[in-house]
């Protein structure tokens, strides 16, 4: 299995392939042109970081999508992970363990306050994933559909 050779921010040229990786994590196909309305909204965003591992092939392998926001309640600025998906074929390479150390190094400068994940509760597999990379539960989401 090739390692991917670098992490780098996404661009419009990765729309396709992070669809396809999201409407497999999520297990559902999304309408793409609002799909597309919003990437191409985010990877101009500040606020939100885009990153995709890419192999020697420059084949992308995973992604993980990342954004910021100014709390009250922690007096400062917080990160929250709120997609990550590496490509079935690479899974138990160290792919995602490379995009959130990439993503650490980039949050690190900023002096922010927390570095967050959250994750579907039946998503076991991740969990053990986060608790490995050093992530602690300490609050409980609630969610109310509308």
Do not use: W
Not at 15 to 28: P, R
Not at 30 to 45: A, M, Q, S, T
């Amino acid at each position: 299995m090739e390692q991917p050779n670098k992490i780098r921010t996404a661009d419009p040229k990765d729309l396709d392939t992070i669809f396809s990786f999201i409407c497999h994590l999520e297990e559902t196909s999304f309408p793409f042109e609002r799909f597309e309305e919003i990437y191409l909204e985010n990877i101009e965003n500040p606020d939100y970081i885009y990153l995709v591992a890419v192999n020697d092939a420059d084949e992308a392998t995973g992604f993980l999508s990342c954004h910021s926001q100014k709390l009250l309640h922690h007096a400062g600025m917080v990160f929250e992970i709120q997609e990550m998906y590496v490509a079935r074929h690479h899974r138990g390479s160290g792919i995602g363990k490379l995009l959130v150390k990439a993503l650490e190094e980039r949050v690190a400068k900023t002096g922010c306050k927390s570095f967050e994940v959250t994750m579907n509760l039946a998503r076991t597999d991740a969990r053990k994933f986060y608790t490995k990379m050093g992530f602690v539960a300490t609050h409980a989401k609630l969610v109310k559909s509308l």
